[in-house]
């Protein structure tokens, strides 16, 4: 028993653990390499929080602000009154029609990236934005459904009925032809079996 106790405490007491001393150098230590990604982190939000604590937004930054937000309202109400303009006086708008025409169609192109970069970036981080919210919420529909009673779960999936919604736990009808659907028909006989 002596040898055998000599050996553990050399391999995994005493002053170090030599297997995991020795696995590390073949791998990284997911422990250590969490904490060096977090330290990271908080250094970047830091370096962030730091740049913008003390900025004081003088007019010229708020005048840019403006005015960077009236594309969009512009763009839309422009066309509205381009509208109201063919409407009001149709052989006007006839001649400004007629004069878009003669633009040439390297400018056509142009107008239409510079319109596309800026109206892309945009829709960009709203696409991101929609994203992220769509993924908090079901990170919290799977915390409430993982916490709850399934008896308290199936009354909340009965209120979404009226929406189309199906609860988690429903069957699959009887009218349905599974026959050519293996997980489908293993999923219905297992919820025959219960």
């Known amino acids: 028993m002596g040898l055998i106790g000599d050996v553990i405490r050399v391999l995994f007491g005493g002053r170090g653990n030599v297997v995991r001393e020795t696995a590390e150098v073949f791998r990284e230590n997911a422990e250590a390499a969490s904490a060096r990604d977090a330290e990271l982190q908080m250094a970047a939000i830091e370096a962030f929080a730091a740049e913008f604590a003390h900025a004081r937004r003088g007019r010229f930054d708020r005048f840019m602000d403006a005015l960077n937000r009236l594309p969009r309202p512009a763009l839309a109400l422009s066309t509205l009154g381009l509208f109201a303009a063919a409407m009001v006086d149709p052989v006007w708008f006839a001649d400004r029609m007629l004069g878009i025409t003669l633009v040439p169609e390297p400018l056509w192109w142009l107008m239409g990236a510079i319109v596309s970069f800026y109206f892309g970036a945009r829709q960009q981080v709203k696409g991101q934005e929609f994203q992220r919210s769509i993924a908090e919420v079901l990170v919290r529909a799977n915390e409430l459904r993982a916490s709850a009673d399934p008896q308290e779960v199936e009354p909340l999936a009965a209120g979404f009925a009226p929406l189309g919604i199906r609860p988690l736990s429903a069957?699959?009808?009887?009218?349905?032809?599974?026959?050519?659907?293996?997980?489908?028909?293993?999923?219905?006989?297992?919820?025959?079996?219960?």
Do not use: H
Not at 173 to 194: E, I
């Open 171 to 194: 069957t699959v009808p009887a009218n349905v032809d599974v026959s050519d659907n293996a997980a489908l028909k293993d999923w219905k006989a297992q919820q025959n079996g219960k």
